[in-house]
Every structure is written in structure tokens, then in C-alpha cells.
DNA sequence: GCAATCAGGTCAGTTCCTGACCGCATGGAG
DNA sequence: CTCCATGCGGTCAGGAACTGACCTGATTGC
């Protein structure tokens, strides 16, 4: 075994478990103890941090250093790694989304073919079509497939259904990925037409990287996410939600979370929220089991007040 | 630099981006051309593929390979997985569960500081309440230290609130970790009442691992998910919904998910769903628009007929 | 055809790695 | 307190492995 597998093994040994006794290392490296200390020096040379315990059931144990060092993962982690980072893009909902999206596509240009397919059974049994988000949904594989394009600067085919459900061809230079709202978007340069383009990944279908690779062009804004704030000319429309609930503010702000504010209001409590769909709030307000007023939106009224006709009616059928 | 250093930094490179000339290469590593074409193979021996491209802007690749390469991570990637692994973690929605928690303790372990300090920021901004499960959320701090614990064999005391409210402090020699249903729970051998008990996760404050290392005992079970099922006298209590919507199938199963089967019915379709909450049943119907009939269980037909009444005297009200 | 790239053989010099030995420091168990 | 298992580090000599330089081919795109 050459020095450098055997640093590898060593450091993948660290990571499995706490403590390992020195001769059990030694041992399982097929090298004497002298050399052992000499490994673990150099990994500490290198800048991780292996604290050592001395006197009986003494052992060496890796501890969080300055940096990183590499993950050497089970294949059930590496499942668990990707599924997670998944579900973490494809909602697009934290600040992190792209660093996931650049972490899922790293992982995934990794993973042995067999790793891959685990991830994809896992996730088809996971994924949950977000409940709360009447966004669509983003195929985790576009997502993918266009960020290498972008990390590699690699001309990109795909169809493109516009708004009015025609479906072009497209030939681009794929710049980045901006996630917004609840949404993504590809920033690219179109080939065919000669300009640069946004694109929605979820009207993107079927992309498949040329293999064809080309030289950066300027973008004419500030950067990728300001051009594409410049091109959609109608947000989604948001709706700013105030209701008053018969409550105590507290038990009702366990339920809403960070996705709205509670505000204590004389004998109930005041609901804000800003959301792009109502189910939402709808769904907070049956929850709550509490008397309320609907203040604003109109439509979220009419949405309350529609949903209670209904279930009246089948409060009547099934009784 | 030594020479298991620039290995480490090839494969980082190779990480990176996906096509690397080999001059460019060998600039970065300061070593010869000869030598980085060594080092390829290297790798290459030690069972990565490397792809190479001849000829005029030819280069470098790493390709996925048998099996997963040492992952080198940028620092915002390793956060953005930390991140992902935590809340899937967390939720305990997947059967992916128990091993995102060991990637996710192996993670954190090896987190320098910052970064565990920027994943908290991260997450604290994220961590969405579940909207859909009226579970209690697991604090992944906990989850991690015990992970940790039974990993290492580690003695551990923490407090726990039983059922009566009362609290009382345990010191224990961690087994396994377990997650059934939507619930976490700990097997473990309570020292001061030397006996096996298994204890729900979001009833455990203040964990400690001790740092004193303890033998395996045998667990009077056939392994721990059973022993968990055994103890558990009544479990959480489960919903067998069934309801009949005058929608198409196909829209109706769009907003149900996994979580539910959709089959058709004459003119609408049948909705059956298995839940330990009805709220998230009501969302659904509330979305769907439609008229429906509840068939089971009684307790949806009546919270139907609640949220119908509640909400049709908001409308009174607000119109 | 030419230029740029990867591939791989050979060789000599040098580096560095290894195992063996040594004495010392440390911490827990008896 | 004493003993023992463990980690720490110095030194040394032999040998393995690494490196750069040089070479010849093969492949690819312009």
C-alpha cells in the first residue's frame, strides 16, 4: 500500500469512530507503531487536528480543525448526503440554495452509477411535493445537469416551453443559475437569437450538454441576479396576509413559524404573513381552531369564505 | 509540498473543474509534466477514473468511478450539506433517516467552528416548522450528541421530562438511535435503574457524553427498532382517511403527493391517506376546490364541519 | 501538416520513508 | 505508591520511491 492510500485509510479511520487505540491503527495499516506516529504527524502537518490520549486506554481521535478536511463517506451517507442536498435545492427555499445546488451537482458527478440509482429510489419514496408551495417543482435533474454546464462552460441544448405553451429549441451558453423567490432561473446566452436570455428551469425540458465548450461573454448588468430581476416584469404576486385570531399569540406562532409574525393584540393576536399562495394561511387558520377575522387580503377572504360554504355542505351531506 | 499533499490538491482540483489541460495542472502543483502524468496514474491505481482527452485542448477529468472519491469540499458546500442533512434529519420524513444522522454527526465533527457557526445562522433562517406535522421537532443538537454517543460507546446524562412533567436526570450507556413514525427515540441501558429504556428525543435536554467509555451490553430484543415497538404501549395514533372529491384523479394526486393514494371514482375520485394529522388532510381538501364527501373516520368529518363553520361565520363577518 | 496534448519508457540523483532501537512523559488500575 | 500500557520523539541505516530530464509515439483539431 502506497504512503499516500494508507494517509487516506487513516484519515477515513478517524472519521468512523472516536477513539482508536494506537495499536489497533497500526495494526489495520499493516505498519509498525513508529510509523503510525510518523502518519499522524504528517496529517497534523497537513492541518488537521488529531488529539492524542496518553497512559492506559489512551487512542487518537480527530478533532475539528482550521478547514475541512476530505469526507470520506460511507456509500449510505453519500445517499443521505444527496438526498438531502436534493430536497435542499429543488424547494429553493434558504439562502444556500446554489452552494447546494454546486455541492449536489460535485456529489453527483462522484457517485458511482450504483449510488445513484439508491438516490433516486430514495428520493422518489421522499420526495414530498411541498405542501405549502403551490411553486413548481424543479427536476433535480435539470438542476444538475445545467449547473455543470455553467461550472464548465459548456454549450447546452434544451426545449423551452415560453408562456404561450409553444416549445422552441434552444441552443445557449449557459452563464449561472439564480435562484428567486421560490424560483430558478438559468441566465444564458442564446446562440440562435443572438442575445442573452433568462430562462424558468421549471419550462426547461429535456437539456443535454453539447460537450462543446466556449469562451465567457460579457452580460450586460451588474451581475446574473440583476438581470434577471430586470427581465420579469411581473413578480409572482404576493399577498400580504393580515388576519386576527381569537388566540394567545404564542400558541399560535409555534404553528406559523418563521413565515410569519405574531403580534399580541388586546384579547387575541394579529397574524401577518406575506405569502405567493394561500393555501398556506388557510391551512394555519383551520389549524388554529380559533374565531377570526380576515382583514386582508380581499381574495384570502373569499378563499376562507368559500372553503366554509364548502365544508358546511359536507358537514350536512355526512352527518 | 509533500506528495500525499498533492494528491489531496489533484483531486480537489480535478473536483472542481471538470476539464483540466495538464499543463495547467502541473503549473498549479509545481511539479513537472512527467510528474503529473505519475500522479494521474496514481490515482488512477488507486481506483478513481480519470478520464484524459488527447489532442489540442484535450485535458483532464475525474470521472465517477466504483466508488466515492474522499470528498474536498468548499467551505459554503460543506455548510450547504450540513444544512440539508440537518433538517432531513430532523423532519425524519425518509427511511434515509438514521444514516443522514451519521453523516450528519460525522459532518459536524469535523466542522471547524466557523463554519458550524455559519450553518446555525443558516439554519436558524431555514429550519421551517414543519407546516405539515404537528410532530415535535427534533433540536439536532441533541440528535448529533447522541449520535455521537452511541457511536463511541460514550456514557452519557442528560434530563428527561416523562410523561407527568416531572424531570429527572439519567445517566445512561447509549445503544442506538431509532425513528419510527415521525419520533426519534434513544435506546439505551439506564445505569441508575439498571434496566434497557428507550426514551423520545424532544422529551431530552442538556445531553452530556461524559467522555467515560463503556462495554457493550446484550439488549434483551431482537434488535432496537423492536425493542422501541415493544415499550411503545399505544402508538401515535393513526387516521385511515377516506374521502370521496368530485375532482379529476390526476389534479387531485398533483397536490397529495406520496403521501396519499388518488384513484378514480365515477365522476370524481377516492382519497386515501394514512396520517397521524388530520390538518394536513384539511389543507388538501381546502386546496382541492371541490366538493367532497368524508367517509372516515368520523373525527375529519367533524373537523371539516368545525373549519366550515368557524369559516363561514368569518365570511359572515368580513362581507 | 502543424501544434498541442496525453502516453509511457528509461535513467541517475535525490529524497524520503520505514523499521528498529532507545529513553522519556503521562495517566489509570491495583 | 507502583506498575503497566500508552503516546512522544530522537537517531540510524538500508531501501524504496519519487523526481526531472530526455526521448519516441499516438491522437486530435485547426
Given amino acids: 500500500m502506497s504512503t499516500s492510500e494508507r494517509m487516506l485509510r487513516l484519515l477515513s479511520l478517524l472519521q468512523t469512530h ?6 489497533e491503527l497500526s495494526e489495520r495499516l499493516e505498519v509498525s507503531a513508529r510509523t503510525l506516529r510518523r502518519d499522524v504527524d504528517r496529517l497534523r502537518e497537513l492541518g488537521y487536528t488529531v488529539d492524542a490520549v496518553r497512559g492506559a486506554a ?6 475539528a480543525g482550521g478547514s475541512l478536511p476530505p469526507l470520506l463517506l460511507e456509500d449510505e451517507e453519500a445517499v443521505a448526503i ?20 454546486q455541492a449536489l451537482s460535485k456529489v453527483l458527478s462522484l457517485m458511482p452509477p450504483r449510488l445513484r440509482r439508491q438516490m433516486d429510489a430514495v428520493a422518489s419514496q421522499t420526495d414530498s411535493p411541498g405542501p405549502w408551495e403551490g411553486a413548481p417543482v424543479v427536476d433535480a435533474a435539470v ?6 454546464a455553467c461550472r464548465d462552460s459548456e454549450v447546452l441544448r434544451f426545449d423551452y416551453t415560453a408562456r404561450e405553451a409553444e416549445v422552441t429549441h434552444r ?24 442575445d442573452w436570455r433568462s430562462f424558468r428551469l421549471d419550462r426547461i425540458t429535456a437539456p443535454e450538454p453539447t460537450g462543446q465548450r466556449f469562451r465567457a461573454r460579457d ?41 410569519g409574525t405574531v403580534t399580541e393584540d388586546g384579547e387575541g393576536c394579529v397574524l401577518e404573513m ?16 380559533a374565531e377570526l377575522v380576515v382583514e386582508s387580503p380581499p381574495e384570502l377572504a373569499e378563499k376562507v369564505a ?3 360554504a364548502r365544508f358546511s355542505r359536507v358537514g350536512r351531506a355526512a352527518s
Avoid: C, K
Fill in 18 to 23: 472516536r477513539y482508536w487505540p494506537g495499536p
Fill in 58 to 63: 489512551g487512542g487518537y481521535q480527530l478533532r
Fill in 82 to 101: 444527496a438526498v438531502g442536498l436534493r430536497t435542499a435545492a429543488t424547494s429553493a427555499v434558504s439562502g444556500t440554495d446554489d452552494w447546494s445546488v
Fill in 143 to 148: 438542476l444538475t445537469t445545467l449547473a455543470q
Fill in 171 to 194: 441552443r445557449v451558453e449557459p452563464l449561472r443559475l439564480v435562484s428567486l423567490g421560490r424560483r430558478w432561473y438559468l441566465v444564458a446566452y442564446d446562440r440562435d437569437r443572438a
Fill in 219 to 259: 452580460l450586460p448588468a451588474e451581475d446574473a441576479l440583476a438581470f434577471v430581476q430586470q427581465g420579469i416584469r411581473r413578480m409572482p404576486q404576493r399577498y400580504a396576509v393580515r388576519v386576527r385570531v381569537a388566540m394567545a399569540a404564542d400558541d399560535l406562532a409555534a404553528g406559523v413559524g418563521r413565515w
Fill in 274 to 289: 406575506n405569502v405567493d399562495d394561500l393555501d398556506w394561511p388557510v391551512m394555519v387558520l383551520a389549524g388554529s381552531g
Fill in 306 to 308: 368559500e372553503v366554509g
